[in-house]
């Protein structure tokens, strides 16, 4: 669960988090931490050597849910995406696709991954990314995703920003 469970998605507020996230500083060393909510323990962002990511909406949990509601909710999800990605291909031009499936090979079959696809990872964010970058006058790359752990578990939009380029990693 993230601190962003039961908001209405709008495609304003995600980019105005996108913008406060673009300027925000990026570590500069250290271990790739997870946050929570003091209160809740609920996921609110993650930082790591040079990134950070943050949860930008979640989606209802899943639990009991069949299709056709199940659809709904994948499709409501990826609409938001949708959304989210057309507004930034206007600001920034088309964006690139990275798919996870090979970081996730990588980690099944023990290999290291990139500390920043680790974090993704571990907040189940398996969905391709759409990435940016470098944006505007910065060298920054944006990326942002969908996804979900498993059948029960709510779908996430999630956003990130790299201060080094975000590739399709080496295969396995």
Known sequence: MSSRAGETFTTARALADI???????LPTSGPTAAEGDPGTGEWTATRGEGFRVIPLWEGEPLTGVYAPEWNDAEE???AHLAALVGELDHRWGPHRAVPLHVPLLRRQERVPVEPLFDALLDQDLYGDLAVWGPVGDTD????????????????????????RPVTVPDGP
Not at 19 to 25: E, F, I, T, V, W
Not at 146 to 159: R, T
């Open 19 to 25: 913008d406060g996230l673009l300027g925000s500083p």
């Open 76 to 78: 409501a999800a990826e």
């Open 140 to 163: 920054r790359w944006v990326g942002v995703s969908v996804g979900h752990s498993d059948g029960d578990a709510p779908l996430v939009l999630a956003a990130l920003v790299s201060g």
